[in-house]
């Protein structure tokens, strides 16, 4: 998919697509006209559909990323870059 400014769309990980299924998933974030950015998900690709209608989210990798301690985490910052970091476990009170 091809970035168009003023629409929005869906940024990808292009390292971390799979088949699964009878699907073909793909990791990343939808944006919007603006180009704000979603939370990174694992999106299901359709190949009949253009654009931001061809990916259609099924798990929020940010609330599934929260609940394992010291994840490795992704972060889709711009077009051009990413960054990595390791998110410290979380300390449970009683």
């Known amino acids: 998919m091809t970035h168009t400014k003023g629409q929005p769309?869906?940024?990808?990980?292009?390292?971390?697509?799979?088949?699964?299924?009878?699907?073909f998933f793909v990791t990343g974030y939808p944006y919007?006209?603006?180009?704000?950015?979603g939370k990174t998900t694992i999106a299901k690709l359709d190949l009949d559909q253009t654009g931001a209608d061809a990916f259609t989210p099924q798990v929020d990798l940010h609330?599934?990323?929260?609940g394992v301690p010291n994840a490795t985490v992704r972060s889709f910052d711009s077009p051009d870059g990413v960054s990595?970091?390791?998110r410290p476990a979380i300390k449970k009170t009683a």
């Open 32 to 37: 919007d006209a603006q180009d704000f950015g």
């Open 63 to 66: 609330k599934l990323e929260a």
């Open 84 to 86: 990595s970091f390791t």
């Open 9 to 23: 769309g869906f940024r990808l990980d292009p390292s971390l697509c799979f088949a699964a299924g009878n699907g």
